[in-house]
């Protein structure tokens, strides 16, 4: 599988003239497409979707395993992703509802924020490290994500000093993703045969190396002491490890490849590495944070959240850097669904167009 084009739109800036124009080859070559939508906020968190709609920041990772299995039964030639979350003018002056949405286990449970704080302090339990280490922690990793948002733009200034205090115990407003932003995005993916037949106009594409999506529980934050194990992180990475035959922690410290891991919670981060094997304790993420980027966009927090579309972005992003004659031909993507039952990760693999 192959992506041969990625759109996105942030805030009006961008447009998907090269997914819209890659779509309208396809079928005027007869390709059987299968489109999958990502479900927006407006969607709501328990309620029904159709098959091809498809809930959680996880979801891309989901629809590129269910397309790569048509295209092995030979059901489809192609796959298109695509989302639209305008989370920003959606809800302008309706602030109360846009709450009500972020609830997403219903009135009286907890919400995303709230579920992230018993996450992470069970995190720390899991782990026996000090609050205050665990909130140092979340300051280097900000500044992390910062060093990257600030070389993507050159002008940008620092956040309100409001961003820097705290909204939980464990929390500060900078930690947190911030999903008030309006944005559109399209992924259109092909299989080898599609690419061999049909000249997308581009000198290379991004091979979809590896995909992997591990569930570990129910979605419930009942469940947020299995989940910080983050056993389904190490698996989830090792499976696309194996299926890419890359050894994708030596490639990165070796500066060849990119990585985005998830940032939602700063606790996220902190769990991918420890899992992974990328760090070998709590105590090494400040040092690897100081050395290595975590991010391609600048994070969640200074390049938004799009709610269930934030990896739908990232992948559109890590496939324009992956094109840079500045940068390596190797990219590694992590995502979550919710607060954690769900991990993935991808690795692209930056491939020559066909001669």
């Given at each position: 599988?192959?992506?041969?084009?990625?759109?996105?739109?942030?805030?009006?800036?961008?447009?998907?003239?090269a997914?819209?124009?890659a779509?309208?080859?396809?079928?005027?070559?007869?390709?059987r497409i299968?489109?999958?939508e990502?479900?927006?906020?407006?969607d709501?968190?328990?309620?029904d979707l159709p098959?091809?709609?498809?809930?959680?920041?996880?979801?891309?990772?989901?629809?590129?395993?269910?397309?790569r299995?048509?295209?092995?039964?030979?059901?489809?030639?192609?796959?298109?992703?695509q989302?639209?979350?305008?989370?920003?003018?959606?809800?302008?002056?309706?602030?109360?509802?846009?709450?009500?949405?972020?609830?997403?286990?219903?009135?009286?449970?907890?919400?995303?924020?709230?579920?992230?704080?018993?996450?992470?302090?069970?995190?720390i339990?899991?782990h026996?490290?000090?609050?205050?280490?665990?909130?140092?922690?979340?300051?280097e990793?900000?500044?992390?994500?910062?060093?990257?948002?600030?070389?993507l733009?050159?002008?940008a200034?620092?956040?309100?000093?409001?961003?820097f205090?705290?909204?939980?115990?464990l929390?500060?407003?900078?930690?947190c993703?911030?999903?008030?932003?309006?944005?559109?995005?399209?992924?259109?993916?092909?299989?080898?045969?599609?690419?061999?037949?049909?000249d997308?106009?581009?000198?290379?594409?991004?091979?979809?190396?590896?995909?992997?999506?591990?569930?570990?529980?129910?979605?419930?934050?009942?469940?947020?002491?299995?989940?910080?194990?983050?056993?389904?992180?190490?698996?989830?990475?090792?499976?696309?490890?194996?299926?890419?035959?890359?050894d994708?922690?030596?490639v990165?410290?070796?500066?060849?490849?990119?990585?985005?891991i998830?940032?939602?919670?700063?606790?996220?981060?902190?769990?991918?590495l420890?899992?992974?094997?990328?760090?070998?304790?709590?105590?090494?993420?400040?040092?690897?944070?100081?050395?290595?980027?975590?991010?391609?966009?600048?994070?969640?927090n200074?390049?938004?959240?799009?709610?269930?579309?934030?990896?739908?972005?990232?992948?559109?992003?890590?496939?324009h850097?992956?094109?840079?004659?500045?940068t390596?031909?190797i990219?590694?993507?992590?995502?979550?669904?919710?607060?954690g039952?769900?991990?993935?990760?991808?690795?692209?693999?930056?491939?020559?167009a066909?001669?």
């Amino acid at each position: 599988m192959y992506v041969v084009a990625a759109d996105s739109v942030v805030d009006s800036v961008g447009d998907l003239s090269a997914t819209d124009a890659a779509r309208e080859q396809l079928k005027e070559t007869g390709s059987r497409i299968a489109e999958y939508e990502i479900s927006s906020s407006t969607d709501g968190w328990q309620t029904d979707l159709p098959p091809n709609r498809l809930r959680c920041a996880c979801a891309p990772l989901i629809a590129i395993n269910q397309g790569r299995q048509l295209m092995v039964d030979g059901e489809i030639d192609a796959v298109v992703i695509q989302g639209r979350e305008h989370l920003k003018s959606d809800f302008q002056g309706r602030k109360d509802e846009r709450n009500r949405l972020m609830k997403i286990y219903g009135e009286g449970k907890c919400g995303i924020l709230d579920g992230y704080e018993k996450l992470a302090q069970a995190f720390i339990a899991h782990h026996d490290i000090s609050a205050d280490d665990f909130r140092r922690t979340s300051g280097e990793i900000f500044e992390n994500h910062w060093r990257v948002w600030q070389g993507l733009n050159p002008d940008a200034t620092r956040p309100a000093e409001t961003w820097f205090n705290p909204v939980t115990p464990l929390f500060r407003g900078v930690d947190c993703a911030n999903p008030s932003v309006d944005y559109d995005g399209c992924l259109v993916i092909v299989s080898d045969e599609v690419l061999h037949e049909t000249d997308f106009g581009l000198k290379s594409y991004s091979q979809i190396a590896a995909c992997d999506v591990q569930q570990l529980c129910p979605d419930d934050p009942e469940f947020v002491e299995q989940i910080v194990s983050y056993d389904h992180i190490a698996t989830c990475f090792a499976n696309a490890c194996a299926e890419a035959n890359i050894d994708f922690k030596s490639v990165f410290r070796s500066n060849q490849a990119l990585l985005d891991i998830y940032s939602c919670y700063s606790v996220v981060p902190m769990g991918f590495l420890m899992a992974t094997g990328f760090v070998e304790n709590f105590a090494e993420i400040p040092a690897f944070a100081e050395e290595f980027p975590f991010t391609i966009t600048g994070g969640l927090n200074l390049a938004k959240a799009p709610w269930n579309n934030t990896t739908v972005q990232t992948l559109a992003s890590m496939f324009h850097a992956l094109k840079s004659n500045q940068t390596p031909n190797i990219g590694g993507v992590h995502s979550i669904g919710a607060l954690g039952y769900l991990q993935g990760f991808t690795i692209l693999k930056e491939i020559p167009a066909y001669q």
